[in-house]
């Protein structure tokens, strides 16, 4: 398994993810770049939103990707469960989520075999294995049903040796817990978990990213963010 610690160029001070998302919640959404997440899940073809009835969002967050999934009809449930009590305020006040929990990705408690999607949207890196979310995803979802990860690319987080930060009220760059996982690492986690890969996207640092920021020029065409599509079998 690769360790963070021997790519890491920044050296930051690192916090866990409930004490760092929880500094960072008031000013998230400023910094979070939709072209890392949103656009990969504009590309995705295997899945028809607008048919989904139950959706479980884990890692929800602020409830950005609940409010991309409304906005592509997702008119079902949608449930989301994350482990930051800050950040789930501002998702029960954007009001995207029919149902918002305290929770673990990899244990959360919800509906056995109850969704026909399960998405979750920048989290993996924060997950020191893939192995237990990919198997409570699996918990989750019902026959046909699907598991679409999106994640920062393992090549931008090792050529860029940046960890997930922020940067909070003193002007102090903090990193949040962050792991490395090889696309293979997704795809052996996955396979073992019982899913069937049915799509896959990579993003890369193109013009859309340079206008944003220019001083990731080194990067350019450099791998950024990926998108895996899940599907289990049965009938949907
Ligand atoms: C970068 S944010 C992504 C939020 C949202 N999906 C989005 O795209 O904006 C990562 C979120 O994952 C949550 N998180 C990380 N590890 C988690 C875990 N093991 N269980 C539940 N939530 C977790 C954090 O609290 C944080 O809200």
């Known amino acids: ?37 949103l656009a990969l899940l504009e590309e995705l073809t295997a899945v028809d939103w607008g048919r989904l009835r139950h959706v479980a969002d884990l890692g929800c967050g602020t409830g950005r990707t609940g409010a991309w999934l409304r906005q592509r009809g997702v008119s079902g449930t949608l449930d989301g469960v994350d482990l930051t009590p800050g950040m789930l305020r501002v998702a029960r006040a954007k009001g995207a989520h029919d149902r918002l929990a ?100 990579e993003g890369i640092v193109d013009g859309r990213w340079l206008e944003r920021k220019p001083q990731w020029e080194k990067y350019r065409n450099h791998p950024v963010s990926a998108a895996l599509v899940w599907q289990r079998d049965g009938a949907a």
Do not use: K, N
Request: charged letters at 20%.
């Open 1 to 37: 398994m690769l360790d963070f610690s021997d790519f890491d160029t920044r050296g930051y001070r690192t916090v866990d993810v409930a004490t760092g998302y929880g500094q960072w919640v008031g000013t998230y959404e400023d910094t979070v770049e939709d072209v890392m997440d």
């Open 102 to 201: 305290e929770g673990d990705v990899r244990a959360t408690g919800l509906e056995s075999g109850a969704y026909d999607l399960v998405i979750s949207s920048l989290i993996d890196e924060h997950l020191p294995e893939l192995g237990p979310y990919y198997t409570e995803a699996g918990r989750l979802a019902a026959p046909g049903g699907f598991c679409v990860v999106v994640a920062i690319h393992p090549h931008f987080i090792m050529a860029s040796g940046m960890p997930t930060h922020f940067t909070d009220g003193s002007g102090e760059h903090i990193a949040i817990s962050t792991h490395i996982h090889l696309l293979s690492d997704h795809v052996t986690a996955g396979l073992g978990a019982g899913w069937r890969l049915v799509e896959m996207r």
